[in-house]
């Protein structure tokens, strides 16, 4: 069972940046992908990024490529989210998610798990 927190969320002008940040509750952190994704409000889970259980991998989705980056502290049992130039249609509900195989995090499929979602709210 793994437990994720996320923290970092808020009220933003277009053009600015956030960095969320999401805690994990388990043993070896390094075992498990991890992610983000997004949902606003009437339309379906989106995927962010993500990243490998060691970090050397990551991916994103095509309306944040060159705007956000995932990174991870498996020390630390940390995952973050920089994210930069927001638009407004990056408001959204973001979730913090890990996936059992460290090798699938690709896409919103690869996740078993979920933290409660914190909001970004961008403001045109």
Known sequence: QVQLA?????????????RLSC??????????????????PGREREFVAGI????RNTA?????KGRF??????????????????KP??????YCAAGISPYQYYE???YDYWGQGTQVTVSS
Do not use: K, P
């Open 6 to 18: 996320e923290s970092g969320g808020g009220l933003v002008q277009a053009g600015g940046s956030l």
């Open 23 to 40: 805690a994990a509750s388990v043993r070896t952190f390094s075992n498990y992908a991890a992610g983000w994704l997004r949902q606003a």
């Open 52 to 55: 490998s259980g060691s970090g």
């Open 60 to 64: 994103y989705g095509g309306s944040v």
């Open 69 to 86: 980056t995932i990174s991870r502290d498996n020390t630390g049992n940390a995952v973050y989210l920089e994210m930069n130039e927001l």
């Open 89 to 94: 249609e990056d408001t959204a509900v973001y």
């Open 108 to 110: 919103a499929g690869s």
